[in-house]
């Protein structure tokens, strides 16, 4: 808004300005990653070209219940025919737009309605596995998985990015909610 | 030293097959497979049909896993062979413990917050649960909330209000068949809508039965924005996928559920074109210019806005929609700008009674599992419709026309100070002996303060033969004198609307 400070929040701002990470000892960290570009991607008819299309103009499609990167785009599998492209902080997400202009595939901005948390520590599977059904166990939920579920009562998208890191995206209307319960999924671990 | 995993094992070899359960919801075993195998089904969509397996509520990606492997074995065929069935999600199977969980205070029942929540808490507002937590009504020190909500009401009516419009449901709908997709869910004309235009409009379900309305928007050719009820929009927006994934899957749509994308603001009330007026912007905002029902995207001091000319209120309304990190400052800003036009926000409650005043339904309060758009009176514009919607032929049967169905009207208290009892049933009789027969019900009730009385909205038998009727409600063993009206108390002509 132009004439007056233009303030630009994120989900959990400002309730949360104060504390904009949450640590609990040294076992685990919960930040939310700021302003990512986010394009929701959805094919309608699929077949053979439309596929090397997006391969020549995206670099390889990840495989279902995965996500690859390639030059700074982060390419995760939705559901079948439907994907979502994220770009770091910054990004230009008109620049992806304008890159798939001519396939007949369409494209939605959700930046806005998206809050992603990147969630850090042994204990972070433990958590979330309270409230959600997929099996998180390391040697199940590998890195480079990325799969929608239901965590806490949400449609969550999961991703295991490193070993010990983890990144959720949720709606962002259930940023402060989401934050809440894992606060307490962690004061659960302290209590132990 | 690194875990291997094992072999899959699908089935115990050489114990009975009729006691080895494959799918555990529709009880369908090995033997059952070993049938489907002898029967000679080949294909797996097939041998599901036969057994019924994967049929249930996991939608096969549990149960037909198991199923396809037994059925490559007893086939001997690899798995990739044999192939999948067409799965739904969810994609990965959900425990049961993921929907029940913990009980943790607070953090229990998810709940979503609007951008600008802090500053709703700010300002008083009296925060209740929807699902979103949102304002009922702002009440200033000492003041009631029924003082509060009759000051709202009449400050938009007399000057100019503005409400936190962030939930309202927004399904972008996309394609080249987009309009087609439209014009058999709406009851009403979805495809001589013009871009840059909106309509009003109804869905139904399969039985002619209202499930949800509202506005929505040609924003080009083959791109539409649906509006819908901001606590139905979850189902709604499940509804039109179910129909395009299952029933018109060569239709070449997309959907897109954008509701949280937006933060939006409505700004309502006789002036509140001077209060757009006041904002730095490319949009034209003269009546001529854009109308009632009209749809501009644009600069609103400098952040791209999508403004809406439609009204629950009955008001001259704008609902401008930025993206949702600017909620909290496109709210901030339309309250500085609106100081100098004595602004007032209002919130749900205060909301309820300028839509009933104006005889706006609202779908579930106003409607019940029975309403038809022939009872909400919209029988004549959907004569005019020659396409197939869904509903339609449900609306043709004798049932859905006859006469004395439950007629969406207006009801009206003889005696201006006396409460209507929402809930309460018409009948014909002052004096109540019961059982009597019950003429339907008052849907909606308040207290008007732009027209000083009670008034309300009901279903009623015959209710449209009956305008100007007196009428008795009755409710916890007492009545009230009411009369039958139109459902329009305010504003018939529609001018303030229109200015």
Known sequence: MRNVEKEILTPIQPRLRARPVLEVRAEGRLVERKFLGILRLQVIEWDNVIQAQLCEHLGTLPEASAFVEHHGLRIHWISPKEYLVILEEGGDEQCVIDLLADLPVLISVISDSRITFSLKGEVVPKILAQRCGLDLHPSVFVVGCSTVTRVAGLSVMVVRVDSLVYEVSMDRSYGQYFWEWFEQGFSCFEMS | ?499
């Open chain 2, 1 to 499: 030293m690194r875990q291997q995993p094992g072999d899959a094992y699908w089935y115990t070899r050489g114990a009975p097959t009729d006691k080895q359960w494959l799918d555990f919801q529709y009880d369908v075993k090995v033997s059952d497979i070993e049938l489907a195998n002898r029967e000679n089904f080949v294909s797996i969509e097939h041998v599901k049909r036969f057994t019924t397996n994967g049929m249930s509520v996991d939608q096969g990606k549990t149960s037909n896993v198991n199923a396809l492997a037994v059925m490559a074995e007893l086939s001997g065929r690899r798995i990739p062979e044999v192939g999948t069935t067409k799965f739904r999600p969810p994609y990965h199977p959900v425990t049961l413990g993921t929907i029940a969980g913990q009980r943790r205070g607070e953090a229990y029942l998810p709940r979503q917050i609007l951008p600008a929540h802090d500053w709703h808490i700010d300002q008083g507002g009296v925060m209740q649960d929807y699902g979103w937590m949102r304002p009922d009504c702002y009440p200033q020190v000492g003041e009631s909330e029924q003082a509060a909500i009759d000051r709202e009401v009449m400050a938009v009516r007399n000057g100019v209000g503005m409400f936190d419009a962030t939930p309202l449901g927004k399904i972008e709908v996309k394609g080249a068949d987009a309009a087609i997709f439209l014009q058999r869910i709406y009851a009403n004309n979805a495809r001589s809508l013009k871009p840059g235009f909106a309509r009003y409009g109804l869905m139904c379900n399969e039985n002619g039965v209202v499930i949800d309305d509202g506005v929505f928007v040609r924003l080009t050719e083959d791109h539409f924005l649906c509006h819908c009820t901001s606590g139905n929009t979850a189902r709604v927006y499940q509804w039109l996928e179910e129909w395009l994934q299952c029933e018109w899957p060569s239709l070449r749509v997309a959907l897109s559920n954008q509701t949280s994308q937006w933060a939006s603001a409505t700004v309502s009330g006789p002036r509140a074109r001077e209060l757009m007026r006041l904002f730095e912007s490319d949009i034209d905002f003269s009546c001529k210019a854009f109308s009632h029902m009209q749809f501009r995207s644009g600069q609103i001091d400098g952040v791209a806005a999508r403004v809406l000319r439609a009204s629950f209120t009955g008001e001259l309304t704008y609902e401008i929609s930025v993206p949702a990190r600017y909620g909290l400052s496109l709210w901030k800003r339309i309250d500085a700008l609106g100081q100098a036009l004595n602004i007032v926000p209002y919130g749900v409650e205060s909301l309820m009674v300028l839509r009933t005043e104006k005889g706006y339904l609202h779908i579930g309060v106003d409607t019940d599992g029975t309403t038809t758009p022939l009872d909400l009176g919209w029988g004549a514009p959907l004569s005019k419709k020659t396409d197939d919607f869904i509903g339609a032929r449900s609306l043709l049967r004798s049932h859905d026309q006859r006469n004395d169905r439950l007629h969406f009207v207006g009801l009206q208290a003889i005696d201006s100070g006396q409460s209507l009892p929402l809930g309460g049933h018409i009948v014909s009789q002052v004096n109540v002996e019961l059982p009597m027969e019950s003429q339907g019900y008052c849907t909606s009730a308040c207290y008007s303060p732009t027209l000083k009385r009670w008034i309300g909205l009901g279903l009623v038998s015959c209710g449209r033969e009956r305008m100007n009727e007196s009428v008795s409600i009755f409710a916890n063993g007492k009545t009230v004198a009411a009369k039958v009206v139109s459902p329009t108390h305010l504003d018939v002509k529609g001018e303030r609307l229109n200015a």
